[in-house]
């Protein structure tokens, strides 16, 4: 059995040959397009450098930020050293004259504000019938009887 070959053979693509009408459009194409591409470049270059220059700055703020923000440190915890001082002697100040009144009371007689306390509630707990004074000390320090 014979084959046919019932299909016309495909034609082959010839190339065209280049005309001048074909020739001046993609010649104009090209020209357009490296235009283009120069202005896109110098457009990149230009971005390129603002980045630079806003990196650069923003980095400068950043140093100067970080120094003060150093220096303000520097000066709190000075400032808090100098509080602690202050603090740890105003407490000694305030222990030593708790201790001097807790002295002076006890050269007056008064061992203790709460055995006064108790004392004068019971006037008579030693059997006498005698007119019990208190001792009352106001806010300044100066001691006032009733």
Same mark, same amino acid.
């Given at each position: 059995?014979?084959t ?15 005309? &001048?009408?074909?020739?001046?459009? #993609?010649?104009?194409?090209?020209? @357009?397009l490296? $235009?283009? /591409?120069?202005? %896109? ?23 100067i ?8 440190? &520097?000066?709190?915890?000075?400032? #808090?050293?100098?509080?602690r001082? @202050?603090?740890? $002697?105003? /407490?000694?100040? %305030? ?32 059997? &006498? ?12 320090g100066? $001691?006032?009887?009733?």
């Open positions: 059995m014979a046919s070959d019932s299909t016309p053979p495909l034609p082959v693509s010839v190339p065209l040959a280049p005309n &001048k009408e074909n020739i001046t459009p #993609v010649g104009s194409k090209i020209a @357009e490296n $235009e283009s /591409r120069t202005e %896109l470049l110098s457009r990149i270059q230009g971005l390129k450098q603002d980045l630079q220059n806003w990196r650069s700055k923003l980095d400068t703020q950043v140093k930020y970080g120094d003060e923000l150093t220096e303000l440190k &520097k000066t709190l915890n000075v400032e #808090v050293e100098q509080l001082s @202050e603090f740890q $002697e105003l /407490r000694g100040t %305030l222990h030593q004259q708790q201790e001097d009144v807790t002295a002076s009371l006890r050269n007056l007689g008064l061992q203790d504000v709460s055995e006064g306390a108790k004392d004068a509630e019971d006037p008579k707990v030693e059997g &006498k019938d005698e007119e019990v004074h208190t001792l009352h000390i106001k806010e300044n100066k $001691e006032v009887e009733n």
